[in-house]
């Protein structure tokens, strides 16, 4: 049971079914927004209070605000998926809400009990459930939770007032128009995250940092950027917001190793499970960037795909850096096993699997 008392306040000016239908046709990624949102505020006297559910609208911040200025700021994302007999269920929550206590700790911000996350997420979607798409074409309601110091203050420590707050998202499939593989640059001159950083926090930070070099990478004409070790700068950490897989000729996988400066990512971890129980042999170790290279030209290293919550799994294409390229999807498509592992995992969240590994929770 939450311990959080949640006030629900439900607007009377919903958006219309008209309108509504309109956007969840073709809903895009992160544009539209559902009818109401939750907020709940955390002081040091108080602990977590005021948690309330209104309707969806812009917030007032003085700007002495703490986090427009240090920036002390975590966030989560999930997603509900509507199942074939009209129920919403949500895919390991539990996982986001101990990372967000993960996060939390980090960033020094208060932690969320892992049941009162739960709770806020559930009432969220069940107010605004009518914004849960149909499971056709992969569509899905995106879920953000996010807290920040809200406090006005200009003094560098904790802020001693937070907020929190989950907002929703209608999401379309990805790939509007199929899986087509990303191309990869390898950042030589930035890095992501170093020992002891914030590399394994889920802040907004870490975005800030990838966003220059993210910018690199498409004017160099590539879609994403991979970010290597900051120490010997040979070891592939991720992609920006995505955890990287390599598949090898013998079945076997490898992901990179959790060293303290990667985002563990819990469509990674459901995938070392996953992948297991369909027979792959599942490796977490430091993998060098020279091992994809040589690995895609000796032909032992067959596929690469990325993952994350929002594009689920992605294949990777093109691999570049400063004196050369590789292809690691000649063909233009995914290959078999990023296949294989994509459809079992949305099988999975959209309840045309078996769900044995306990990951779903029902929210409707
Ligand atoms: C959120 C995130 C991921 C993916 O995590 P999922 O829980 O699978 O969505 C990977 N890398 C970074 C940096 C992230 O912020």
């Known amino acids: 049971m939450s311990a959080l008392d949640i006030e629900v306040n439900a607007r009377q000016d919903r958006t219309g079914d008209d309108r509504l239908s309109g956007i969840l046709a073709a809903p895009g990624f992160g544009t539209h927004f559902t009818d109401h949102m939750l907020t709940a505020e955390w002081t040091p006297e108080q602990g977590w209070h005021g948690a309330r559910v209104t309707a969806y609208g812009p917030l007032t911040l003085d700007p002495a605000t703490a986090v427009l200025h240090y920036a002390q700021e975590i966030f989560e994302g999930l997603k509900a998926y509507r199942h074939a007999d009209g129920s919403v269920w949500t895919f390991r929550p539990e996982a986001n809400a101990a990372r967000l ?69 209608p999401a379309g499939a990805y790939f509007a128009h199929g899986i087509k593989p990303v191309s990869i640059l390898v950042s030589e001159h930035f890095t992501r995250a170093a020992a ?7 802040t907004g930070g870490n975005y800030a940092s990838s966003l220059a070099p993210q910018q690199e990478a498409i004017h160099r004409g590539f879609d994403q950027v991979v970010f290597l070790d900051a120490i010997e700068r040979r070891h592939v950490e991720e992609l920006g917001g995505m955890n990287l897989y390599f598949v090898f000729d013998d079945g076997s996988i490898v992901t990179p190793e959790l060293t303290g400066t990667i985002l563990e990512g ?12 369909l027979g792959h042999k599942v490796e977490e170790r430091r993998f060098t960037i020279d091992e994809w290279r040589d690995g895609v030209g000796s032909g032992r290293l067959t596929e690469v795909f990325a993952c994350g919550t929002a594009a689920v799994v992605t294949p990777v294409g093109r691999l570049a850096w400063r004196d050369g390229e590789v292809d690691c999807a000649p063909g233009g498509a995914a290959g078999p096993v990023t296949q294989q592992v994509r459809q079992a995992l949305v099988d999975i969240q959209y309840g045309r699997a078996e769900d044995t590994f306990g990951w779903l929770h029902r929210v409707v």
């Open 266 to 277: 819990v469509t990674r971890s459901s995938i070392i499970e996953l992948a297991g129980s």
């Open 101 to 169: 206590a993960r996060s939390a700790r980090r960033l020094a911000l208060p932690e969320l009990p892992v049941e009162d996350f739960l709770a806020t997420v559930d009432t969220l979607v069940q107010v605004d459930e009518r914004w849960v798409p149909d499971p056709q074409g992969e569509k899905s309601l995106y879920l953000r939770p996010f807290m920040f110091a809200s406090e006005s203050f200009l003094g560098v420590r904790p802020a001693k007032h937070v907020t929190y707050m989950v907002i929703a998202s």
């Open 196 to 202: 002891g950083g914030m590399g394994a926090a889920k």
